[in-house]
């Protein structure tokens, strides 16, 4: 690399002044602005720079990193194990009602639990209700709370075995719903706990598809934890995927659809690592499975099926930089509408990413408005749609930044 380059805060062991010139720069924000944000003198902010003065007290770095837009704390300080997402969305008014209940461990009850077929009913509903809705979190938080509470009755009451068993795999898949609903909320804890139980579950019921639905999102809550949990990412998936293999020749379509999915979570994570042909060489291998199952089939969880294949194309190219080809499987995708609509709009966010990549930045927001109108708790919640939404509210662009700062406060990022 020439000596003279400008150096990469992302791949480069630079010093911590050194990233905050280079971040600074790269939002086009001079070191009087900078300095003025964070209340220290434009001498102070250049000595930092330089390497004159070192690094100040957490407290003035996160105010850099507020200032800067940074994502990661990591990026900012280069050290992995500072790894704090800067984005995390609002605590949703249902969140403690719902951490009541999952929290809650009755060891006994007068109560009589419902039966099965009604538990089974309920959970139904409350996956086409968050389907369904583009306030999702809303619809599915009012019916958390007794769903989770039923579902451990029935397991406490079990009699027989496969009594047990089938309520194992009932509690397992309202824990799945329950990550859904808490996934990007500030309480990383429940979301471990809910993970990990979900996963206990689902192994006590020796059922196929919610042990691969359990490995599928404690895959994501592993890889969404930082590069650090990647490995352990794959090593999950990767045992879910040899526990569902021997059964694919005559499965159900839901299991092969979760078969599937964590194909394509292998192919998500290896684009995270930058490892272009294994990612695409895990999408190719679910795009096969996808193949297999009926053209009109939805998987109830994960939305696995053939439509949503061109939108798992969009993540994997910008997940591995790829602004133009991201932007080109944009395009195909669009073609297919996706019958979820928090889906449709995570795809929408994608998309976005893509053309913010490509230097389309107004394009990304008119994207992103669309994913609004789709979800709105979807791009609330999602830490990328916040960061690009941030990053254009101070575009030098007055048109663009009037729409970002309107969007912003459609979904409640900055005060009206």
Same mark, same amino acid.
């Given at each position: ?10 791949? *480069? ?46 407290? !003035? ?13 990591? *990026? &900012? #300080? ?7 997402? /800067? ?22 009850? $007068? ?16 996956? $086409? ?60 804890? &429940? ?5 990990? !139980? ?19 999102? &404690? ?36 299991? /092969? ?38 053209? *009109? ?69 008119? #994207? ?9 708790? #979807? ?16 575009? #030098?662009?007055?048109?663009?930044? !009037? ?14």
């Amino acid at each position: 690399m020439p000596t003279d380059a400008t150096p990469d805060p992302y791949a *480069d062991p630079l010093r911590f002044g050194q990233r905050v010139q280079v971040l600074r720069e790269r939002r086009g924000m001079t070191q009087a602005q900078l300095a003025d944000l964070i209340g220290i003198s434009e001498h102070t902010l250049r000595k930092i720079e330089n390497g004159q003065r070192k690094a100040p007290d957490l407290e !003035r770095v996160m105010r850099i990193a507020e200032a800067l837009r940074v994502r990661d704390l990591a *990026d &900012l #300080t280069g050290r992995p194990d500072a790894h704090v997402d /800067l984005f995390i969305g609002p605590g949703h008014p249902r969140l403690a009602a719902v951490k009541a209940a999952i929290d809650s461990f009755p060891l006994s009850t $007068s109560t009589e639990p419902p039966p099965v077929r009604h538990v089974e009913a309920r959970l139904h509903a409350a996956w $086409s209700a968050r389907h369904a809705s583009g306030n999702h979190r809303e619809e599915i938080g009012k019916l958390l709370p007794d769903l989770i509470r039923d579902s451990q009755a029935l397991v406490r009451n079990a009699d027989t075995g496969n009594e047990r068993r089938r309520a194992q795999a009932l509690l397992a898949e309202t824990y799945s719903l329950s990550q859904f609903f808490i996934a990007y909320q500030p309480d990383s804890a &429940l979301l471990w706990r809910v993970a990990e !139980r979900g996963m206990v579950a689902a192994q006590d019921s020796g059922d196929p598809h919610a042990i691969g639905v359990a490995a599928w999102l &404690l895959a994501q809550a592993h890889r969404d934890s930082g590069r650090q949990h990647f490995d352990a990412a794959d090593a999950i998936n990767l045992e879910a995927v040899r526990f569902l293999e021997p059964l694919l020749p005559d499965a159900s379509d839901d299991v /092969l659809a979760i078969a599937g999915a964590l194909q394509f979570e292998l192919g998500y994570t290896a684009a995270r690592r930058r490892q272009t042909g294994t990612a695409w060489r895990h999408w190719d291998k679910a795009n096969d499975m996808a193949g297999r199952l009926p053209a *009109d089939y939805y998987h109830p969880i994960t939305s696995f099926s053939q439509a949503i294949m061109g939108a798992h194309a969009v993540t994997v190219a910008v997940e591995l930089h790829q602004g133009g080809e991201s932007v080109r499987q944009a395009a195909r995708a669009d073609e297919v509408v996706i019958k979820s609509k928090p889906r449709r709009a995570r795809h929408r966010i994608e998309e976005a990413r893509a053309f913010q990549l490509d230097a389309q930045p107004d394009v990304a927001i008119a #994207t992103l408005e669309k994913a609004a109108r789709t979800a709105p708790e #979807t791009i609330k919640y999602n830490g990328y749609a916040r960061a690009i939404i941030l990053e254009e509210v101070e575009s #030098t662009q007055a048109a663009r930044r !009037r729409r970002a700062s309107e969007l912003a406060m459609e979904i409640g990022l900055l005060a009206a």
